[in-house]
C-alpha cells in the first residue's frame, strides 16, 4: 500500500528565512507524481508545487522548490524567504495511475516576524 | 469563475439523521472527488467520479453514497449519520482524472454529528 509520512508536526521559521518541510512516500511503482498543498486558516487547499517521477530536474515555483530523491523517496519542500502569508498547514500528496491521491497527515507551518 | 463551490459551509446533525453535501464546479472537468479530513491525518478519499455517469469507492466510502448529476455537479449522501462522521469534507475537480492532473478543491463543509 502506497502510504505518506511527513515526519514533522510542527515547523517554525523566522520571516524571510528558509525552511525545508519533509516527506517520504513508499510505493513500489516507478511512474507516479508528487504535490505539496497549503491549507491555510481559511480551509482551502491550494496546491504549490508539483512533481513527475520520471523527472529528474526538482520542480521550482518562485520561493517554493522541491528536494526530490526518487532512490530514497523523499519529497521534501522549501520555503525560501519565507513570508507571513505562508503560515498554513503543508500536506505533502502521492498518486499513481493505479492508486488514488494519498496525502501525509501534514505539517503546520508557523512564520515568526 | 467560481471553480469549485460546496454547500453548506457548516452543519449539525443528529444521529440517524441524513444530509446531502452538493459540490458543483464551472471549470469544465471531467473527474470529481469527495474527501474527508479529520484532525491529526491527511485527507482521505471517500468517492470519485472519473467521468460523467460513473463513480468508484476509494479508500474510506462506508457510511456514504453519491451521485453524479451531471458534469458540473456530484453530491455526497449520509442516509443515517453517525459520530464517527463529523469531519470537513472537501470536494474536488480536475481535467481529466489522470495520475498527473492537478486537484482543485472546494471551501470544504464541517460537518458536525451529535
Known amino acids: 500500500a502506497q502510504t505518506v509520512t511527513q515526519s514533522q508536526p510542527e515547523m517554525s521559521v523566522q520571516e524571510a528565512e528558509t525552511v525545508t518541510l519533509s516527506c517520504t512516500y513508499d510505493t513500489s511503482e516507478s511512474d507516479y507524481y508528487l504535490f505539496w498543498y497549503k491549507q491555510p486558516p481559511s480551509r482551502q487547499m491550494i496546491l504549490v508545487i508539483r512533481q513527475e517521477a520520471y523527472k529528474q530536474q526538482n520542480a521550482t515555483e518562485n520561493r517554493f522548490s522541491v528536494n526530490f530523491q526518487k532512490a530514497a523517496k523523499s519529497f521534501s519542500l522549501k520555503i525560501s524567504d519565507s513570508q507571513l502569508g505562508d503560515a498554513a498547514m503543508y500536506f505533502c500528496?502521492?498518486?499513481?495511475?493505479?492508486?488514488?491521491?494519498?496525502f501525509g497527515a501534514g505539517t503546520r507551518l508557523t512564520v515568526k516576524p | 469563475n467560481a471553480g469549485v463551490t460546496q454547500t453548506p459551509k457548516f452543519q449539525v446533525l443528529k444521529t440517524g439523521q441524513s444530509m446531502t453535501l452538493q459540490c458543483a464546479q464551472d471549470?469544465?472537468?471531467?473527474?470529481m472527488y469527495w474527501y474527508r479530513q479529520d484532525p491529526g491525518m491527511g485527507l482521505r478519499l471517500i468517492y470519485y467520479s472519473a467521468s460523467e455517469g460513473t463513480t468508484d469507492k476509494g479508500e474510506v466510502p462506508n457510511g456514504y453514497n453519491v451521485s453524479r448529476l451531471n458534469k458540473r455537479e456530484f453530491s455526497l449522501r449520509l442516509e443515517s449519520a453517525a459520530p464517527s462522521q463529523t469531519s470537513v469534507y472537501f470536494c474536488?475537480?480536475?481535467?481529466?482524472?489522470?495520475?498527473?492532473?492537478?486537484?482543485?478543491f472546494g471551501p470544504g463543509t464541517r460537518l458536525t454529528v451529535l
Open positions: 474536488a475537480s480536475s481535467p481529466l482524472g489522470s495520475s498527473s492532473d492537478t486537484q482543485y
Open positions: 500528496a502521492y498518486r499513481s495511475a493505479s492508486k488514488d491521491m494519498r
Open positions: 471549470m469544465n472537468h471531467n473527474s
